[in-house]
């Protein structure tokens, strides 16, 4: 029956926008009833957890699990059948390659952050006081509209050799400055990777904080005025503060993006003229090398890497708790 | 504040907004916002001219000379992007997979969101830190072990391997801990005497939630439908591992994504791809854009 149901697939969706909020509603309400059966003590105990419930059976299965099984993955050799100790790990930090590609990482995972973020506050800012505020935030959304391949197509042409078909090169021609090959002249080149990275990411950053921009109280920004604060003194006394939970989550969710940093690359330079990254590096081992112990080991990695980006977030969520 | 003051609370507020409209900047921030998108816009107005040009026309000049004669302006990318076969199709398939899987991210990552901002547990902050630390999990890895868990786990004999219900599911998974991620924080930065007001006036959690806390975070929910929608829509990798190699099952993006693949040097027509994948989360977004209200929370305090 319930193939059926699926093979007429519009049906399947409309019955499936309906059913599941109605289901999840009821959850909630159902977890409500139960839990007011209980004393108070014993009821505060055992709220939260069937209010995570749901979410935490969605991340068990399809992220926690298969991480485990990298994490044991990684420890053994190609076929899978043979502990090998460290042998994978020695591996990545002995590899010339693999080291190149670590230092690259460490170049996104510090400029990445600081454009997407830095840029994508100023738009967010700055909208609020011009009267094309939605064509303005639409321009710069845009990019995360584009498929990466698509992104990919337009890029190579803007950083393409030849002045007569490379946007960047015809600019430069058109003041009098010699062509530049933008994506072989090492080190640089990973800038102008990033640079795309930035391009495609900025729309992200500007509507979560512009989001958060608008929770602000109107009445307090106009309370700041009145007392003679100008605007600057505003935005950094008052607004900045504000925001600096929002700020956190964007610089946090970008730090990871850099981390595990892909398709960019990929589709622009796989990885050549010394412009690989790690999630590449993975991908290879994984569907082109037949490696997968040295792919698990990689995503390995990737996981230890964000332990410190995890710890400033649990200080920074102990600090909100301490002062509300 | 009672829950049936909540609406009242909130459409006073619509009154200060409009009242409170930041006044206007001057030359300087008109400037750099005008330079930001024309950088921003010159790519993509690049792709744009590309897509209405012939694959020759543009290896052999660049996009801006086609502003000057001769025109060699053609719509044959366009014609055969949507004259391919089965694009009608995919076009239905990408709304029935990204819509319940948005709806399911949101409402799961919401009720979780708000268990962590606002209820007491042990290991709460650990618990939080965890689910958001999943975000480095790179989707190549769960591939593997989450295909095995579907073709072990048919509860009453449902195949869930190759189906829709397979990517519904994968997506709400590996969206959850981002979804989480935002609106633990947008709900943990509402105001505390909203919610021990509500509880003074004996509203129970849930009415809490649904009443107060959901309409207060409008901006921060209408944020995360937007990139949730965007992700799935896009998204190629998950449809193809998920749905497994059947055509009247896949959405836009495998079929656009086919364009090369079966062409070669087909990237002209992923130029015209490019617009007419476009075109369905630009007007999410756009119509989204309203709800990115100044002051929803604002009157709220007062309570």
């Known amino acids: 029956m319930f193939d059926a149901i699926l093979e007429n697939r519009l049906l399947a969706a409309i019955l499936v926008v309906i059913a599941v909020p109605i289901v999840l509603v009821g959850y909630i309400y159902l977890v409500e009833f139960v839990v007011g059966l209980f004393r108070r003590t014993t009821a505060g105990r055992i709220r939260p957890w069937l209010w995570l419930a749901p979410a935490l059976v969605f991340l068990g299965v399809f992220l926690v699990y298969p991480t485990i099984a990298t994490v044991i993955r990684s420890f053994q050799n190609r076929r899978g059948d043979q502990f090998v100790g460290l042998e994978n790990y020695q591996w990545f930090f002995t590899q010339n390659d693999t080291l190149i590609a670590l230092r690259n990482n460490v170049i996104w995972v510090i400029f990445l952050p600081l454009l997407v973020v830095g840029i994508g506050l100023l738009v967010a800012v700055l909208v609020d006081r011009v009267r094309f505020e939605g064509a303005a935030k639409t321009v710069i959304f845009l990019p995360m509209a584009i498929s990466f391949v698509a992104a990919g197509v337009i890029w190579r042409f803007m950083y393409e050799l030849d002045p007569k078909i490379g946007t960047l090169n015809a600019t430069l021609n058109a003041v009098g400055a010699e062509p530049r090959a933008w994506l072989v002249e090492q080190p640089q080149n990973n800038f102008f990777l990033i640079i795309v990275g930035v391009w495609l990411l900025t729309g992200f950053a500007m509507v979560i904080l512009s989001a958060g921009l608008k929770g602000i109280s109107t009445e307090l920004l106009e309370a700041a005025r009145v007392d003679g604060a100008n605007e600057v003194q505003v935005f950094r006394r008052i607004v900045l503060p504000l925001l600096m939970p929002t700020i956190a989550v964007i610089a946090t969710t970008i730090i990871i993006y850099a981390l595990k940093t892909f398709d960019v690359v990929y589709t622009m330079t796989n990885g050549n003229f010394n412009t690989d990254v790690i999630a590449n590096t993975m991908y290879q081992m994984l569907f082109n090398n037949g490696q997968p112990g040295r792919s698990a080991a990689i995503a390995v990695i990737l996981f230890v890497a964000i332990v410190p980006v995890m710890i400033v977030n649990i200080r920074r969520f102990q600090e909100q708790e301490a002062v509300r | ?303």
């Open chain 2, 1 to 303: 504040m009672t829950q049936a003051q909540a609406p009242v609370a909130i459409g006073a507020q619509v009154e200060t907004r409009r009242r409170a409209r930041p006044r206007l900047g001057g030359i300087a921030v008109n400037t750099v916002l005008i330079i930001l998108m024309i950088l921003w816009a010159i790519p993509a107005i690049g792709l744009l001219v590309a897509s209405f040009r012939t694959a020759a026309a543009t290896n052999a000049s660049g996009w801006w000379t086609a502003f000057t004669p001769p025109w060699e302006f053609t719509i044959e990318n366009y014609e055969y992007v949507l004259g391919r076969a089965g694009i009608d199709q995919a076009f239905i398939n990408s709304f029935v997979i990204t819509i319940p899987a948005t709806v399911l991210v949101v409402m799961i990552a919401a009720f979780a969101a708000y268990a962590f901002a606002w209820m007491e547990f042990p290991g709460r902050n650990i618990l939080f830190v965890i689910v958001v630390g999943l975000l480095v999990v790179p989707l190549q890895v769960t591939l593997i072990p989450v295909l095995n868990f579907f073709r072990d786990f048919t509860p009453a004999g449902i195949k869930i391997n190759g189906t829709f219900l397979a990517v519904w599911l994968a997506h709400t998974g590996y969206g959850l801990p981002f979804a989480v991620y935002l609106l633990r924080n947008y709900f943990g930065s509402l105001p505390k005497e909203v919610f021990e007001s509500a509880a003074i006036d004996g509203a129970a959690p849930g009415t809490a939630f649904f009443r107060l806390a959901l309409p207060m975070s409008v901006p921060a929910l209408a944020s995360l439908i937007i990139f949730q929608f965007l992700w799935v829509w896009n998204d190629l990798l998950v449809a193809l591992v998920y749905l497994g190699p059947v055509p009247q099952n896949h959405p836009l993006s495998v079929v656009l994504a086919n364009l090369t693949t079966s062409f070669g040097g087909g990237w002209q027509f992923l130029t015209a791809a490019a617009f007419v994948s476009m075109v369905v989360p630009i007007i999410v977004f756009l119509s989204l854009q309203r709800y990115f209200v100044r002051g929803i929370t604002g009157g709220a305090v007062k309570g």
